[in-house]
């Protein structure tokens, strides 16, 4: 069946982008199937968006307007959740995971003590209601060490940890064993590098196995961007990625400590810098100061907000570290809670011009 619907029309370029603005700001109508033509996306809304909404979304692109076009209506798909109510004891269905993580064909769900028994089953049920899902991995252990690594246990599907991952218009070999990445930080990595200005030399403190810096650099002709990691195995698929996406000339990658790395290669070099590392960000102010040329440059400052604390401490904790370090925070740019990462404590960033 059809249904008219009033809709963003946006550029094919700019559809990825509209896509997780649309989501971003609860307008998509999940129920109606996308449109595309030659040249257009067509987004359908299930309302029409405020001023506040559409100017939002038109930072994107100022091509986009709205319209009203025919739509398929997507048939309704079973759950994973109905599927298992012939499964398991009913007093367990409310501790079913609701929240999953999907990286390009691997989905990484955290199976509660209660529901160990039945891991294999919602694996199972996992694979069913997700074809594009080829393995489902479950936590085995807590973020931890210094490379911020956790253990899986396959509960269905290939045995495997390692695949490509698609974001906006980059793709990415990664292995969630080895080296961190969680696809959730996709729209900071894309904000970021809609930040970045051409001509800037941008230095990305944590790059992992580099979202930031591969977007960065295929976004922009004319941007050097250095990326630091102290784990091996990230900074090898940061060099794979960078070649993958046909990016390795603008990407200088340094395998290290980015205190040492920056200390002896990197002082005074950047426009910009990125520190998302939220657990240790604050130690490295210091060193990421020491990088910014010396008439100042942009702080990307992630940091971990516990219930209690507001956007306004984060703020206020990086301007006194900032002034410690001999610099000052001349204006907070921008500052949102990302994520939440644990119960009553989120991922925060704040975005800081540094003199």
Not at 157 to 177: A, I, L, M, N, R
Not at 273 to 278: H, K, Y
Request: a positive charge.
């Amino acid at each position: 069946m059809t249904r008219n619907s009033i809709c963003i029309k946006v550029p094919k370029q700019h559809a990825e982008q509209a896509l997780a603005m649309a989501h971003k700001l609860n307008l998509l109508n999940k129920g109606l199937q996308i449109n595309r033509d030659e040249n257009f996306v067509y987004i359908p809304l299930c309302h029409k968006p405020t001023k506040t909404e559409l100017e939002k979304t038109k930072e994107l692109s100022s091509a986009i307007e709205l319209s009203t076009r025919l739509f398929l209506e997507k048939k309704k798909n079973i759950s994973y959740t109905e599927l298992l109510e012939k499964k398991l004891p009913p007093h367990l269905l409310a501790s079913l995971p609701r929240a999953m993580d999907i990286i390009c064909d691997i989905c990484i769900v955290e199976i509660p003590p209660e529901l160990d028994a039945y891991r294999q089953e919602i694996g199972t049920v996992i694979l069913k209601t997700n074809r594009n899902v080829r393995t489902v991995l479950a936590k085995a252990s807590a973020v931890t060490g210094m490379y911020r690594l956790r253990k899986f246990a396959v509960i269905a599907g290939e045995p495997k940890t390692e695949t490509v991952h698609k974001e906006y218009t980059c793709k990415f070999h990664v292995d969630v064993s080895k080296a961190y990445f969680s696809p959730r930080l996709s729209a900071e990595h894309s904000r970021i590098a809609h930040l970045v200005k051409e001509g800037e030399t941008v230095l990305d403190m944590f790059a992992g196995i580099g979202p930031f810096a591969v977007q960065i650099a295929k976004k922009h002709e004319n941007v050097k961007v250095y990326a630091v990691d102290a784990n091996p195995d990230a900074v090898e698929f940061l060099k794979r990625n960078a070649r993958l996406n046909r990016v390795e000339e603008k990407i200088t990658v340094f395998l290290g400590d980015s205190r040492k790395v920056i200390k002896e290669k990197l002082v005074g070099v950047a426009d910009r810098v990125i520190m998302n590392l939220p657990e240790k960000s604050l130690e490295y102010v210091d060193v990421a100061c020491q990088a910014l040329r010396s008439a100042g440059g942009v702080i990307h400052f992630y940091s971990f907000i516990k219930r209690g604390n507001t956007l306004r401490d984060a703020e206020v904790c990086l301007a006194e570290t900032v002034a410690y370090a001999g610099r000052k925070v001349e204006k907070v740019l921008f500052s949102r809670f990302v994520r939440e990462t644990a119960p009553h404590q989120w991922q925060a960033v704040t975005d800081a011009k540094i003199v």
